[in-house]
C-alpha cells in the first residue's frame, strides 16, 4: 500500500471512506424482542439536512458534537440547531417538496436526557424501520450501522449515554446493485427515518427473545416455548424462567442453560382463525439461578428478575396434497396485494390506516393479505391478530438482485431473520416469502434456497414460499425452487402485458404442480373514472373484464389454493410515465385516495362471497398431514 502524501485530507481523497461505518453492523443477532415491554419514544421533531455529498460522515462532523457552533475554534460546515426541523417518523420526500425524489443520504439530530431508574440497567436504542443504509451515533461515538429500509434494529448504548446526550442519524436511501432490494424497483424510494424510535430500558440480565406456537403435530394439543435469556455482557446465562397462560393454567418452569431453554407444555387452546381471532395473554418471567436458589429456600417463590408479556393465538397452517389447511380444515386464501404506500404518508402508517385497510380487505369478502414487497410496519401483523386477517410476509429480493455476491446474500439473510424475529409470534402470519420474480437461474436457485432453508431453521410452524415466474416457453408452471417451498407462489399478467389470455388456461392445464399454488399476483392499469370499451387500454371496463375472464379460469382450477391480485390501492411509481399513470401503478382496485373502488373491486368481492361459502371452514375436518 502506498504511503499517503503530507497533504492527504480523507474527507476529500478517501473514497473508501464508508468502510469504517461497515465494521460495527447492526443485524439480526443483535435483535432483541421488545413486545411487551415500557417504551419511551424519540419521535417528534429532529433537526434535518440533506447531505448530498455524505460529507458528515466523510469529514466525521459527528466528532464534534460537543462543540457549539458560536465557540468553535475552527469553521464548521454544520450548524445542528439551525437545520430545519422535519418529523420522526415520516419519509422526507413528503416532508419537505424539494426532496421528493431526493436519494441521497439526509442527516438527522436530536438531544435527549437520561437518568437511570434502576442499578446497572441497560439501554437500547431501536429503530422500527430507517431507508436504507442507517449508520447512528451517540455523543460523538458510532454505535453502528443497519442495512435494510424495513426491518427492526437496535443498538446497547448502555456504555456510550450520559445525561444530556446528542444524537446523529445518518440514513442513506441511495439505490445499489449490490443490495435488497437492487437499485431497479416498481415502487417509490422513500427515505428516511419513517418508523418509531424508541428508548428501552433493561436490567443486566435480560429476557432477550421468545417463540411461543401451537406444536405443529396435527393434535391441536402441545404448545412450545422456546426462551432466549441475554446478559448485559453476552456471557453465558443460567437460571429458571417462568411461563404463564393463565387462561389455560399453564403456570411451567423452564431450565436456563447457556442462555437457552425449551419445553412443550400440553394444553388445548381455542384455535385462532379469522373467524375467531382468539389471543391469550402470555408471561414469561426469568430468574438466575443463584437468586432462585434463594427464593426457593426462603419461602418458596418465584422472584424474576425480569418479565415480558405478549398476547398469542394458537393456530396450525398446513399443506396436503395441493390445498392449505388451518387447524385440519381446507382454505381458500381470499387475498389482495398491498403496498405500504399511502397518498399523504408514503412509507409511514399508523393503526388508523392499517384498520381502515383491513375494512377495505374485508368488504371485498378476503381473509387475507401479501404484503408486498418487504416487510410492512410490525403494527400490521399485530392488529391482524386481533382482526382474524391472515399474512404473507416477505423480504425484498425483488428481479435481477446480484445473486452471485457473498454481501448481497448476508444482506438479504439478514433482513428475513429480523422479519421473522420480528413477527413468528403473530398467528396472523402464515406464510414467509424469499423473493418475488427472479429468473430460474442457478445462482438464484442456490441464493434462494438456502434462504427458504432459513426460514425453516428459525419457523417451523409456518409455510415458506416464493413469488415465481412462470414458464413462457413451454406454457407450463415450473421453477427448481419449488422443490425448496411448501406452496408455489406464481405472477401472470395474461390479458395485460401478454394480450393472449388463452395462453392461461392452457398453462393451468399443462401443469401439475403436486403442491398448492397460490396466484400472488394478477390484473391490469385502470385510470379511475377512464371509461371505454372492453378493448381500450387503461379503462375501467378493460380492468373489469379482465378480472372476470381471470376468475372464471380459476374457478375451474383445483390446484390453486388462494388468490392475491395486484393491487388493492393505486401506489406512486415514477418509472411509469405515461398520461394514465403519471408516475403511479394503476392496477388497484381501489384508487390512490383509497376510497374510490374501481369496478374490479366489485368482481373480486363476488368471486370471493362464492369461495367463502364453498371453500372456508367446511364442517368436516381433514386430517392434513406434510406438517410445516
Same mark, same amino acid.
Given at each position: 500500500?502506498?504511503?499517503?502524501?503530507?497533504?492527504? $485530507?480523507?474527507?476529500?481523497?478517501?473514497?473508501?471512506?464508508?468502510?469504517?461505518?461497515?465494521?460495527?453492523?447492526?443485524?439480526?443477532?443483535? *435483535?432483541?424482542?421488545?413486545?411487551?415491554?415500557?417504551?419511551?419514544?424519540?419521535?417528534?421533531?429532529?433537526?434535518?439536512?440533506?447531505?448530498?455529498?455524505? +460529507?458528515?460522515? #466523510?469529514?466525521?462532523? %459527528?466528532?464534534?458534537?460537543?462543540?457549539?457552533?458560536?465557540?468553535?475554534?475552527?469553521?464548521?460546515?454544520?450548524?445542528?440547531?439551525?437545520?430545519?426541523?422535519?418529523? /420522526?417518523?415520516?419519509?422526507?420526500?413528503?416532508?419537505?417538496?424539494?426532496?421528493?425524489?431526493?436519494?441521497?443520504?439526509?442527516?438527522?439530530?436530536?438531544?435527549?436526557?437520561?437518568?437511570?431508574?434502576?442499578?446497572?440497567?441497560?439501554?437500547?436504542?431501536?429503530?422500527?424501520?430507517?431507508?436504507?443504509? =442507517?449508520?447512528?451515533?451517540?455523543?460523538?461515538?458510532?454505535?453502528? =450501522?443497519?442495512?435494510?429500509?424495513? +426491518?427492526?434494529?437496535?443498538?446497547?448504548?448502555?456504555?456510550?449515554?450520559?445525561?444530556?446526550?446528542?444524537?446523529?442519524?445518518?440514513?442513506?436511501?441511495? #439505490?445499489?446493485? *449490490?443490495?435488497?432490494?437492487?437499485?431497479?424497483?416498481?415502487?417509490?424510494?422513500?427515505?428516511? !427515518?419513517?418508523?418509531?424510535?424508541?428508548?428501552?430500558?433493561?436490567?443486566?440480565?435480560?429476557?432477550?427473545?421468545?417463540?411461543?406456537?401451537?406444536?405443529?403435530?396435527? +393434535?391441536?394439543?402441545?404448545?412450545?416455548?422456546?426462551?432466549?435469556?441475554?446478559?448485559?455482557?453476552?456471557?453465558?446465562?443460567?437460571?429458571?424462567? *417462568?411461563?404463564?397462560?393463565?387462561?389455560?393454567? !399453564?403456570?411451567?418452569?423452564?431450565?436456563?442453560?447457556?442462555?437457552?431453554?425449551?419445553?412443550?407444555?400440553?394444553?388445548?387452546?381455542?384455535?385462532?382463525?379469522?373467524?375467531?381471532?382468539?389471543?391469550?395473554?402470555?408471561?414469561?418471567?426469568?430468574?438466575?439461578?443463584?437468586?432462585?436458589?434463594?427464593?426457593?429456600?426462603?419461602?418458596?417463590? %418465584?422472584?424474576?428478575?425480569?418479565?415480558?408479556?405478549?398476547?398469542?393465538?394458537?393456530?396450525?397452517?398446513?399443506?396436503?396434497? $395441493?390445498?392449505?389447511?388451518?387447524?385440519?380444515?381446507?382454505?381458500?386464501?381470499?387475498?389482495?396485494? /398491498?403496498?405500504?404506500?399511502?397518498?399523504?404518508?408514503?412509507?409511514? +402508517?399508523?393503526?388508523?390506516?392499517?384498520?381502515?385497510?383491513?375494512?377495505?380487505?374485508?368488504?371485498?369478502?378476503?381473509?387475507?393479505?401479501?404484503?408486498?414487497?418487504?416487510?410492512?410496519?410490525?403494527?400490521?401483523?399485530?392488529?391482524?391478530?386481533?382482526?382474524?386477517?391472515?399474512?404473507?410476509?416477505?423480504?425484498?429480493?425483488?428481479?435481477?438482485?446480484?445473486?452471485?455476491?457473498?454481501?448481497?446474500?448476508?444482506?438479504?439473510?439478514?433482513?428475513?431473520?429480523?422479519? !421473522?424475529?420480528?413477527?413468528?409470534?403473530?398467528?396472523?402470519?402464515?406464510?414467509?416469502?424469499?423473493?418475488?420474480?427472479?429468473?430460474?437461474?442457478?445462482?438464484?436457485?442456490?441464493?434462494?434456497?438456502?434462504?427458504?432453508?432459513?426460514?425453516?431453521?428459525?419457523?417451523?410452524?409456518?409455510?415458506?414460499?416464493?413469488?415465481?415466474?412462470?414458464?413462457?416457453?413451454?406454457?407450463?408452471?415450473?421453477?427448481?425452487?419449488?422443490?425448496?417451498?411448501? /406452496?408455489?407462489?406464481?405472477?401472470?399478467?395474461?390479458?395485460?402485458?401478454?394480450?393472449?389470455?388463452?395462453?392461461?388456461?392452457?398453462?393451468?392445464?399443462?401443469?401439475?404442480?403436486?403442491?398448492?399454488?397460490?396466484?400472488?399476483?394478477?390484473?391490469?392499469?385502470?385510470?379511475?373514472?377512464?371509461?371505454?370499451?372492453?378493448?381500450? *387500454?387503461? =379503462?375501467?371496463?378493460? $380492468?373489469?373484464?379482465?378480472?372476470?375472464?381471470?376468475?372464471?379460469? %380459476?374457478?375451474?382450477?383445483?390446484?390453486?389454493?388462494?388468490?392475491?391480485?395486484?393491487?388493492?390501492?393505486?401506489? #406512486?411509481?415514477? #418509472?411509469?410515465?405515461?398520461?394514465?399513470?403519471?408516475?403511479?401503478?394503476?392496477?388497484?382496485?381501489?384508487?390512490?385516495?383509497?376510497?374510490?373502488?374501481?369496478?374490479?373491486?366489485?368482481?373480486?368481492?363476488?368471486?370471493?362471497?362464492?369461495?367463502?361459502? !364453498?371453500?372456508? %371452514?367446511?364442517?368436516?375436518?381433514?386430517?392434513?398431514?406434510?406438517?410445516?
Amino acid at each position: 500500500m502506498k504511503e499517503k502524501s503530507g497533504n492527504y $485530507q480523507s474527507d476529500i481523497h478517501n473514497s473508501g471512506y464508508e468502510s469504517e461505518y461497515l465494521e460495527s453492523m447492526l443485524e439480526s443477532s443483535d *435483535l432483541i424482542n421488545i413486545a411487551g415491554r415500557e417504551t419511551e419514544s424519540l419521535n417528534g421533531k429532529w433537526n434535518f439536512a440533506e447531505d448530498l455529498y455524505d +460529507t458528515c460522515r #466523510r469529514a466525521h462532523w %459527528f466528532r464534534g458534537e460537543s462543540c457549539g457552533f458560536s465557540d468553535a475554534q475552527v469553521p464548521l460546515d454544520y450548524d445542528w440547531e439551525s437545520w430545519e426541523p422535519i418529523s /420522526v417518523p415520516a419519509v422526507w420526500n413528503l416532508e419537505k417538496h424539494e426532496l421528493h425524489y431526493f436519494e441521497g443520504s439526509g442527516v438527522y439530530t436530536r438531544t435527549f436526557h437520561y437518568y437511570p431508574k434502576s442499578k446497572g440497567e441497560r439501554l437500547i436504542l431501536r429503530f422500527e424501520g430507517a431507508a436504507y443504509r =442507517t449508520s447512528v451515533f451517540l455523543n460523538g461515538k458510532l454505535i453502528g =450501522t443497519h442495512d435494510g429500509a424495513s +426491518t427492526p434494529f437496535n443498538a446497547d448504548i448502555s456504555d456510550a449515554v450520559k445525561t444530556f446526550n446528542r444524537i446523529i442519524v445518518v440514513a442513506d436511501a441511495g #439505490r445499489n446493485p *449490490l443490495r435488497i432490494p437492487m437499485e431497479n424497483t416498481d415502487w417509490f424510494n422513500y427515505g428516511g !427515518i419513517y418508523r418509531d424510535v424508541y428508548l428501552v430500558r433493561l436490567p443486566q440480565v435480560y429476557i432477550k427473545d421468545w417463540f411461543i406456537r401451537l406444536c405443529p403435530d396435527g +393434535t391441536f394439543s402441545n404448545i412450545i416455548a422456546d426462551i432466549d435469556i441475554q446478559g448485559a455482557d453476552k456471557s453465558y446465562v443460567y437460571g429458571k424462567a *417462568l411461563l404463564e397462560i393463565k387462561e389455560l393454567r !399453564i403456570k411451567q418452569e423452564i431450565d436456563i442453560s447457556n442462555g437457552k431453554g425449551s419445553v412443550k407444555v400440553s394444553a388445548k387452546p381455542e384455535l385462532w382463525n379469522p373467524e375467531n381471532p382468539k389471543l391469550y395473554d402470555v408471561e414469561i418471567s426469568f430468574c438466575k439461578i443463584d437468586e432462585f436458589k434463594a427464593s426457593k429456600q426462603k419461602d418458596g417463590g %418465584f422472584k424474576s428478575s425480569d418479565n415480558v408479556k405478549d398476547r398469542i393465538g394458537f393456530r396450525e397452517i398446513k399443506t396436503k396434497g $395441493q390445498e392449505i389447511f388451518l387447524n385440519g380444515k381446507k382454505i381458500f386464501l381470499r387475498g389482495v396485494c /398491498v403496498h405500504e404506500d399511502h397518498f399523504a404518508l408514503g412509507k409511514t +402508517t399508523n393503526p388508523e390506516i392499517i384498520r381502515q385497510t383491513i375494512c377495505d380487505l374485508k368488504e371485498m369478502n378476503g381473509n387475507y393479505f401479501r404484503l408486498a414487497h418487504y416487510p410492512h410496519d410490525g403494527r400490521f401483523a399485530r392488529i391482524a391478530d386481533e382482526e382474524g386477517v391472515l399474512l404473507w410476509e416477505e423480504v425484498p429480493v425483488y428481479w435481477a438482485v446480484a445473486f452471485d455476491n457473498a454481501g448481497t446474500y448476508k444482506d438479504a439473510e439478514n433482513q428475513l431473520c429480523e422479519l !421473522i424475529l420480528r413477527d413468528r409470534n403473530r398467528a396472523s402470519v402464515i406464510i414467509w416469502s424469499v423473493g418475488n420474480e427472479n429468473a430460474d437461474t442457478d445462482s438464484r436457485l442456490g441464493f434462494m434456497s438456502a434462504l427458504a432453508k432459513k426460514a425453516k431453521e428459525l419457523d417451523d410452524s409456518r409455510l415458506v414460499s416464493a413469488a415465481c415466474l412462470i414458464n413462457h416457453e413451454k406454457l407450463k408452471i415450473e421453477d427448481r425452487l419449488s422443490d425448496f417451498l411448501d /406452496v408455489i407462489g406464481i405472477n401472470e399478467y395474461y390479458g395485460w402485458y401478454d394480450p393472449e389470455f388463452d395462453k392461461l388456461p392452457r398453462i393451468l392445464n399443462n401443469s401439475n404442480p403436486g403442491k398448492p399454488v397460490l396466484v400472488c399476483e394478477f390484473g391490469g392499469d385502470a385510470r379511475s373514472g377512464q371509461r371505454g370499451s372492453v378493448d381500450d *387500454l387503461w =379503462t375501467e371496463d378493460r $380492468q373489469k373484464r379482465l378480472y372476470e375472464q381471470q376468475t372464471e379460469t %380459476f374457478k375451474k382450477c383445483s390446484y390453486i389454493a388462494g388468490t392475491t391480485p395486484w393491487i388493492l390501492y393505486d401506489f #406512486r411509481c415514477p #418509472r411509469r410515465l405515461n398520461r394514465y399513470q403519471e408516475k403511479f401503478n394503476r392496477k388497484g382496485l381501489i384508487d390512490a385516495d383509497r376510497v374510490t373502488r374501481k369496478p374490479a373491486f366489485y368482481v373480486m368481492q363476488k368471486f370471493y362471497e362464492e369461495k367463502k361459502q !364453498i371453500d372456508c %371452514f367446511p364442517d368436516t375436518d381433514v386430517n392434513a398431514d406434510n406438517s410445516v
